[in-house]
């Protein structure tokens, strides 16, 4: 669907606008996939949602510190 091999998929580039969800914990200099094996572009999470014009939803779950 989105021309990108497996494992390279980004929301940037693509010749179809697709919807993107963004978690409402991301925030800071984030790191994603750049389109090929091996690239990866480092962004203001902020700035990359903006003009992504994301859909922040809570869609993580926290990860549970093991019993001590």
């Given at each position: 669907?989105?021309?990108?091999?497996?494992?390279?998929?980004?929301?940037l580039g693509?010749?179809?606008?697709?919807?993107v969800?963004a978690?409402?914990?991301l925030?800071g200099?984030?790191s994603?996939?750049g389109?090929?094996h091996g690239?990866a572009?480092?962004?203001d999470?902020g700035?990359?949602?903006?003009?992504?014009?994301a859909?922040v939803a809570?869609?993580?779950e926290p990860?549970?510190?093991?019993?001590?």
């Amino acid at each position: 669907m989105t021309g990108y091999v497996r494992g390279t998929i980004t929301p940037l580039g693509s010749t179809t606008p697709l919807p993107v969800i963004a978690d409402a914990s991301l925030e800071g200099t984030i790191s994603l996939g750049g389109g090929a094996h091996g690239v990866a572009l480092t962004v203001d999470a902020g700035a990359l949602v903006a003009a992504l014009h994301a859909t922040v939803a809570d869609v993580t779950e926290p990860v549970q510190a093991p019993p001590a």
